[in-house]
């Protein structure tokens, strides 16, 4: 007896589509507990082939060095060297931000004085305020680290289009149902996540931008601006802002100091590879691992804490403490001040 095989019919094919349709993408290498770990830099290579480039011909030793640096013959896409832009960026802003500490909070901590304090910025300027160096530490390493973050989100943002098929039925009808939807309970059940999630550390640095700009032109675009030179600027002329305007000043640098403390603590930990993935305590179930990242978590903030309590014991507590300035120079920063209208 012959057996017929059942025919396949649109009903059905059409059941499949739709069942496909409804699955909501979730995309997993923005995760990161399940991101694979970075390939080694360029520079934990050249130890290795070191031997191998001794031997080899003049042509073949300039062709292998060139590869350890990432410069030819490698695979590596835009994540790779935008992910090294951001992170030596962070490094070469981070030296600085160390020296400027010492200047504006330690020194003056140490001496309990803004004058006896003012010559240790003088001098430290020659280091970081030269026409050459102050780019090099401050300017390109913030567009740099700014433009490359930024950057990283869209070129994730197309991977997972790419990757989720961003021009497919099922996620043209998973972009209908999110747009369709009234609640926002509805739309964070059924809208996608194409956009790579963002991390606290991320957001600390959109935080921090502001006030770091705004610190930034008060202390070295506007003077240039008003007196052609920087000469008269000093802790002298924080303590005086701080006499002059009140609360406001208070506000701008206490969020200058939290965000800006959190967001390099946290940048260094997560460059060193000891942070904590976003969502831990959600999706971390082993009591062991659960354990070892509470106590990243804390060592982490604790050493933010440190930092930040030094840098405005410092700042806070001597420099923004010390009284406006007397004489020609009070006058010289009245003048620089009220260009901002305050």
Known sequence: MESRTPALTHKASQETMI?????????IAESPSQEKPLPPLPEENLDESTGSLNSQSTFGSSSLH????????????????????????????TAFAGLHMVNTSLIPLIYQNVPYSEPFLL????????SVSEPLLVGLPIAAHVLAGLSLRLVR????????????????????????STSSSDRSKNGLRIWPQLSNVSISGYILLPPLLAHIFMNR???????????????????????RHGIQPWIAYTLLLAVGVGHMAWGWAKWLGVAPPVGWRRTTVDKKLRKRRSRAWWSINS????VGVAWAAGGLGIVARAGAADGWLGK????????TGQ
Not at 303 to 306: C, E, G, P, R, S
Not at 332 to 339: E, H, T
């Open 19 to 27: 069942s496909l349709l409804q699955l909501d993408p979730q995309p």
């Open 66 to 93: 060139s590869s350890a640096l990432g410069l030819s013959g490698s695979n590596h896409g835009a994540v790779y060297y935008l992910t090294r832009i951001q992170r030596y960026s962070f490094y070469t802003f």
């Open 123 to 130: 001098m430290a300027r020659e280091i970081y305020q030269t």
């Open 157 to 180: 943002r197309s991977q997972n289009l790419k990757r989720y098929g961003g021009a497919t039925p099922g996620m043209y009808a998973l972009h209908r149902s999110k747009t369709s």
């Open 221 to 243: 675009v506007l003077p240039l601006m008003v007196e052609g030179d920087s000469s008269n600027i000093g802790l002298e002329y924080v303590a005086h802002g701080f006499a």
């Open 303 to 306: 050493i933010a804490a440190l």
């Open 332 to 339: 010289v920063y009245d003048g620089i001040y009220a260009r």
